[in-house]
Each structure stands twice: as C-alpha cells, then as structure tokens.
C-alpha cells in the first residue's frame, strides 16, 4: 500500500481527480469504479471543471459500488441518483455505459445481473474507494466475506446512524443495499481509498496497520498490489 498524506481535505480530493483524470487520459476507454459518500463530493466537483476544460468521459465506462434496495434509480435518495447529480449529468459520459446496481428489481437478479456486467467489461482499471467508519469498503460491513462477490447486504446501525444525514426526516432509510463484494472490488487493477477527517481515523489505521481480517473489510486491502491510500492529517492521525 502507498499512503499519501495531505494537509487538508482539499488537496486529497484534488490527488484522487488527477489520478482518475491521468487514467482516462491514458486510456480513454478505461473502466472506472465508482463511490459515492460525502467524501467523494469534491472528486467529482474538480472532475466537472476537468471535463470543462477539455477531458473526456465519453469513451469510459462506470461501475458504482453500490445502491440502496428499495430505491429506484430516480429516487432523490439513490445512489444513481447521487451520481447523475454530482458527475454523470455534468459530463460527456455515455449514461448507458454507467452502471450502478439496480435497487428496484429483487436483489438476487440485481446481483447477479451486475457480477455479470462486471465479468463482461472488466477488470476494472482504476477503483476509486471510501472508507466506512467501520472500516467498510462499499457496503461491505464488518464480517463480510472476503471472498464475497456482488449480493445483499444488511446495514450496520453505525452505517446507518452516519447515513442518516443523507435522508430527510421521516424519509424511510433502507436497511440493505447491493453492494460488490470485496472479492469483486480486488479485482481492479488499481485502488485508490480516500478518507478525510478524524472520524475516519480509527478505520485507518485498522485498514493499513492493523491484522487483515473481516472485522475491518478495508484491511483486506493490504492483499492488493496496486492501493494508493489517500488522506488528510486528521485522517492519519491514529498511524
Ligand atoms: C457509504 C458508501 C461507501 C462510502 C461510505 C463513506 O456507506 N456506501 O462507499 O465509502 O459511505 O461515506 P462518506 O464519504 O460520506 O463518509
């Protein structure tokens, strides 16, 4: 793993750009892996202004790591949602080749039709990663297999509790989501994981120093030739 500490949460958003804009230069058919999260609301703020000034998406294509079940792709609260808002509707990207899971649909169809998707179009050349405060890696709570392929997974409270943010109140909050598992995200040729703040501390240091083991899906990680960790100084705190 390389670790790349920053001053500010800034200019950690500002490394993960370059990187995604460095790779679809390099290969404009790259397929990309995709987050979502507060996290990666700068990523692709700087992205847009990227594509503004000239870079492409129109050859990429994208897989997103997860989608609430229960939620159509139109819903304020979903995922594709999410993405059309802060990337896709803002770029040349060709919408049919961004996939993300399908919520409305029942979720053993969802998963299969997406590990399928993944198989036909990857490896993936560059994922893009955040960390849950648990250590999760897309919706891969603690305990997950390390082997898990895409599929159902239950919510944990504390993911829940930090996600409630996004939903208004009494906006019903879905309690599983599909998600690609941790096998299917080591797949990728490249990872980058961004985390900033001091609530992401712990599950730093879990991810890069600690035993790999499920209880922390990010130490998984370690296994992985080509990680690039991303972080500010309040998120390296605890190395
Ligand atoms: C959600 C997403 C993850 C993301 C995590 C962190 O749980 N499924 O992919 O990494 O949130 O989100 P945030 O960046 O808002 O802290």
Request: negative net charge.
């Amino acid at each position: 793993m390389r670790l790349h500490v920053h001053p500010t949460p800034e200019d950690a958003a500002t490394e993960a750009a370059n990187l995604i804009a460095a790779q679809v230069t390099d290969k404009p058919s790259s397929v990309l892996g995709l987050a979502t999260g507060g996290t990666m609301e700068p990523v692709y703020a700087l992205l847009r202004d990227k594509h503004e000034s000239g870079l492409s998406f129109a050859d990429a294509v994208t897989f997103n790591l997860d989608e609430y079940v229960g939620l159509s792709g139109d819903h304020p609260q979903s995922y594709r949602r999410y993405m059309q808002h802060h990337f896709f509707k803002h770029v040349d990207i060709c919408q049919s080749s961004a996939y993300l899971p399908r919520g409305d649909i029942p979720p053993e169809e969802a998963s299969e039709e997406y590990e399928t998707l993944l198989q036909k179009f990857g490896p993936i050349d560059l994922q893009l990663l955040g960390l849950g405060r648990n250590g999760h890696i897309g919706f891969n709570e603690p305990l997950s297999s390390l082997a898990s392929r895409t599929r159902e997974k239950s919510l944990t409270k504390s993911t829940l509790d930090a996600n409630s943010r996004f939903f208004n109140a009494g906006e019903r909050q879905p309690t599983t989501a599909i998600t690609m598992g941790i096998a299917s995200i080591m797949d990728a040729k490249r990872i980058i994981v961004l985390a900033v703040g001091d609530g992401k501390a712990d599950a730093v240091a879990a991810m890069i120093e600690g035993p790999v083991t499920s209880m922390c899906p990010g130490s998984i990680l370690q296994m992985h030739a080509q990680v690039t960790v991303i972080v500010d100084e309040a998120a390296a705190a605890k190395l």
